[in-house]
């Protein structure tokens, strides 16, 4: 069967596919736009198989806020390059995701794949594009957070996303000091909201290695446990988010710098989600 310019030109606008892989996908499927679509599909496939051991380790977040603000969700699509991370095609499918995933609220990456963005499922809709472009791509994570108000933030090179839900408050400088908390949690990395918040776990392996440095140092065993408090409650004020200095104006802690903007706003959650 002869295979048209017009055919081909045809079934890259259905598709996106380059033209010589259009042209040998009619070809195979002589001529069954069907099939070829089908066909084009599989190649992106094919892909994902032989690029399985390939790290994606570029990419982009997406945030959709939604609710009138009191939910949040979202997705780092990754793949390998810087290059394609920054291509109008990986975008365009990154805000599809998020926005199918704020639509539906699925349970996780696995349910998120299945769900239907089209005529296609979000797992083909990916598979599409690394047939066209020839890398891997894998959503990273997906998350959601909810809150009388949330608010997010996307860093400048959209590899660092931050939500963070605050309540005890509303107006437009509510949402302004969220975006303060957003870029402080960005910068400072905070592991949990207030000392409160951090795990047994944790403390447990920051007290232990406060007692090891202060052995180290000379100290007498008797003043071990006392040392070592002293350098939790250290730890507490560099890395619980409350309890940090504010980046913006360090005569002040976040608490503090919350209370100030309207009284008893506070932050009750935040994720903070990083590729790379």
């Given at each position: 069967?002869?295979?048209?310019?017009?055919?081909?030109?045809?079934?890259?606008?259905?598709?996106?596919?380059?033209?010589?892989?259009?042209?040998?996908?009619?070809?195979e499927?002589?001529?069954?736009?069907?099939?070829?679509?089908?066909?084009?599909?599989?190649?992106?496939?094919?892909?994902?198989a032989?690029?399985?051991?390939?790290?994606?380790?570029?990419?982009?977040?997406?945030?959709?806020?939604a609710?009138?603000?009191?939910?949040?969700?979202?997705?780092?699509?990754?793949?390998?390059?810087?290059?394609?991370?920054?291509?109008?095609?990986?975008?365009?499918?990154?805000?599809?995701?998020?926005?199918?995933?704020?639509?539906?609220?699925?349970?996780?990456?696995?349910?998120?794949?299945?769900l239907?963005?089209?005529?296609?499922?979000?797992?083909?809709?990916?598979?599409?594009?690394?047939?066209?472009?020839?890398?891997?791509?894998?959503?990273?994570?997906?998350?959601?957070?909810e809150?009388?108000?949330?608010?997010?933030?996307?860093?400048?090179?959209?590899?660092l996303?931050?939500?963070?839900a605050?309540?005890?408050?509303n107006?437009?400088?509510?949402?302004?000091?969220?975006?303060?908390?957003?870029?402080?949690?960005?910068?400072?990395?905070?592991?949990?909201?207030?000392?409160?918040?951090?795990?047994?776990?944790?403390?447990?392996?920051?007290?232990?290695?406060?007692?090891?440095?202060?052995?180290?140092e000379?100290?007498?065993?008797?003043?071990?446990?006392?040392?070592?408090?002293?350098?939790?409650?250290?730890?507490?004020?560099?890395?619980?988010?409350?309890?940090?200095?504010?980046?913006?104006?360090?005569?002040?802690?976040?608490?503090k710098?919350?209370?100030?903007?309207?009284?008893?706003?506070?932050?009750?959650?935040?994720?903070?989600?990083?590729?790379?």
């Amino acid at each position: 069967m002869v295979i048209t310019a017009q055919d081909v030109n045809k079934l890259r606008k259905m598709t996106g596919a380059g033209m010589m892989d259009c042209k040998k996908a009619l070809t195979e499927a002589n001529g069954d736009f069907d099939k070829a679509v089908e066909l084009l599909r599989k190649k992106g496939q094919k892909i994902s198989a032989s690029r399985a051991d390939k790290k994606a380790s570029e990419g982009s977040i997406f945030i959709q806020t939604a609710d009138n603000d009191s939910r949040s969700v979202l997705i780092a699509l990754n793949c390998e390059t810087d290059f394609v991370a920054k291509n109008e095609e990986f975008q365009s499918l990154g805000q599809m995701i998020v926005e199918v995933a704020a639509e539906n609220n699925p349970s996780g990456i696995e349910e998120l794949l299945t769900l239907k963005a089209g005529n296609l499922t979000v797992a083909q809709k990916i598979e599409e594009l690394m047939g066209k472009i020839g890398e891997k791509l894998e959503v990273s994570s997906y998350e959601v957070l909810e809150g009388e108000k949330v608010v997010s933030y996307i860093h400048a090179n959209n590899k660092l996303g931050v939500m963070v839900a605050l309540k005890g408050g509303n107006g437009a400088d509510v949402i302004e000091a969220g975006k303060d908390v957003a870029m402080q949690i960005a910068a400072m990395s905070p592991v949990a909201v207030d000392k409160d918040d951090v795990s047994q776990e944790v403390i447990a392996k920051e007290i232990e290695i406060g007692k090891e440095q202060a052995r180290t140092e000379g100290k007498p065993d008797e003043l071990l446990e006392k040392i070592a408090m002293g350098k939790l409650n250290k730890f507490y004020k560099e890395n619980t988010l409350l309890n940090q200095q504010f980046v913006k104006d360090s005569s002040q802690t976040i608490a503090k710098y919350l209370d100030g903007v309207q009284k008893g706003l506070t932050v009750t959650a935040f994720k903070r989600i990083t590729i790379g």
